[in-house]
């Protein structure tokens, strides 16, 4: 398949600009993909729930960014290709946006506490704060537990993440039942998993 090159958006709030890849939802062929929905393509790589601004204090919604352009190749390479790659707010910026906001709307809290809870797991800063900071660690898993409570079962992938959160925390049979009438390859392993009682992330492929 021939890709197209990224798109161009710009921060609401104070006009940096960021490249989105085209199909950030679907994760190509080359695609590194894990059970918590998360995935690592170097071509197609994932949009975050909520994107990281140099210049503001948190980020902005991908769906509040103003495109700028929809280059072709010849055009991205003359005008665009020095642009930086949209990224999710670090680990430390998602707990105190968290700490912080009194009240969110229920889309926002759940991309935040999505990417934190992928921050976790996926970043080196997150990693390390999980590893040696108990009080991350624990903000952390409260903040996992929150998110769960927000994923509605209506919505696939939301199943998936909810499901994917109850065998993470050791909650299996929960796990399995929720996804009792999925059949896609995903929940499979995930139940496979959930049934040996493993509640490790994995890799999916
Ligand atoms: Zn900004």
């Given at each position: 398949?021939?890709?197209?090159?990224?798109?161009?958006?710009?921060?609401?709030?104070?006009?940096?600009?960021?490249?989105?890849?085209?199909?950030?939802?679907?994760?190509?062929?080359?695609?590194?993909?894990?059970?918590?929905?998360?995935?690592?393509?170097?071509?197609?790589?994932?949009?975050?729930?909520?994107?990281?601004?140099?210049?503001?204090?948190?980020?902005?919604?991908?769906?509040?960014?103003?495109?700028?352009?929809?280059?072709?190749?010849?055009?991205?390479?003359?005008?665009?290709?020095?642009?930086?790659?949209?990224?999710?707010?670090?680990?430390?910026?998602?707990?105190?946006?968290?700490?912080?906001?009194?009240?969110m709307?229920?889309?926002?809290?759940?991309?935040?506490?999505?990417?934190?809870?992928?921050?976790?797991?996926?970043?080196?800063?997150?990693?390390?704060?999980?590893?040696?900071?108990?009080?991350?660690?624990?903000?952390?898993?409260?903040?996992?537990?929150?998110?769960?409570?927000?994923?509605?079962?209506?919505?696939?992938?939301?199943?998936?993440?909810?499901?994917?959160?109850?065998?993470?925390?050791?909650?299996?049979?929960?796990?399995?039942?929720?996804?009792?009438a999925?059949?896609?390859?995903?929940a499979?392993?995930?139940?496979?998993?959930?049934?040996?009682?493993?509640?490790?992330?994995?890799?999916?492929?």
């Amino acid at each position: 398949m021939h890709m197209l090159p990224p798109i161009v958006i710009e921060c609401p709030e104070c006009g940096e600009r960021y490249l989105l890849s085209r199909n950030s939802t679907i994760p190509s062929e080359e695609a590194t993909l894990f059970s918590d929905g998360y995935f690592i393509d170097e071509t197609n790589w994932r949009t975050p729930a909520i994107i990281g601004c140099v210049t503001c204090e948190l980020g902005f919604f991908p769906q509040n960014g103003k495109l700028i352009a929809e280059p072709d190749w010849e055009e991205f390479n003359k005008q665009w290709a020095h642009i930086k790659k949209a990224e999710p707010p670090t680990a430390g910026s998602l707990a105190l946006e968290l700490r912080t906001r009194k009240i969110m709307a229920m889309d926002a809290e759940l991309a935040i506490r999505k990417e934190f809870w992928y921050a976790g797991f996926h970043t080196e800063t997150g990693r390390i704060l999980m590893e040696k900071n108990e009080k991350f660690r624990n903000y952390w898993n409260d903040s996992r537990e929150k998110l769960e409570a927000l994923l509605s079962t209506t919505h696939e992938e939301s199943l998936l993440l909810k499901a994917e959160i109850n065998r993470q925390t050791g909650r299996f049979k929960e796990c399995i039942r929720l996804l009792s009438a999925m059949n896609n390859p995903w929940a499979q392993k995930i139940v496979a998993q959930a049934s040996l009682k493993n509640s490790a992330l994995f890799q999916l492929n």
